[in-house]
Every structure is written in structure tokens, then in C-alpha cells.
């Protein structure tokens, strides 16, 4: 049989202040960001979003194609016409945009 002895986690002397006070560190998660973002829903026709959230859902660009009854190069001309619009470089910025969107 094996004692566990509990361990009580306490902060010796004082806690630093966070150099950064801002509300979110990452600059699409802040709420002017956000807001941006769900202002673009308007903006992306509602293909780009069906793209969007199948690409953000983990699909491949062929899946996306054969779920949407498209070929996989109107899928890569939705997601790239995504990135212009939005200045997106990434997939995982895209996903980050899906949530943010609630696709």
C-alpha cells in the first residue's frame, strides 16, 4: 500500500505582474480581432464558408471538393480567395477563423 501524502501548492513571495496586461496575447483571439472576424461572415459568400468549415473540420481539399459535389480546384480558389480577403496565410489561421466564425 502506498502513502500519499497531499502537497499543498503555495507561491513563495510575491507573484510577478504579467508583462503583457492585455486581455489576449494572441492577435486573432482579441476582441477587436474577433469582431473583425465576425464581421467578415458577411463578407465571404456562402460557398467560402462551406469550405471553410469542412477545411476547419480536418477535411482534406479533395474531401471538401467531393462533400460540396466540387472539383478539388474550386475548393483551393474558395480557400485562397478566404486567404486574400482576410490576409490568412495558414490552415490553422483558417481553422482559428472557422471557430471564431462558429462554423
Not at 36 to 52: F, I, Y
Amino acid at each position: 500500500m502506498v502513502n500519499l501524502v497531499p502537497v499543498n501548492l503555495v507561491p513563495v513571495g510575491p507573484v510577478p505582474p504579467d508583462p503583457d496586461p492585455s486581455p489576449a496575447k494572441d492577435p486573432l483571439m482579441s476582441p477587436v480581432a474577433l469582431t473583425e472576424h465576425t464581421e467578415t461572415a458577411v463578407v465571404l459568400a456562402p460557398r467560402e464558408r462551406e469550405t471553410l468549415k469542412h477545411i476547419a473540420a480536418g477535411c482534406t481539399y479533395l474531401q471538401a471538393a467531393r462533400l460540396m459535389g466540387l472539383s478539388r480546384h474550386t475548393v483551393d480558389a474558395y480557400l485562397r480567395r478566404i486567404r486574400a480577403k482576410l490576409d490568412i496565410n495558414t490552415t490553422a489561421e483558417l481553422t482559428r477563423l472557422a471557430i471564431s466564425l462558429g462554423l
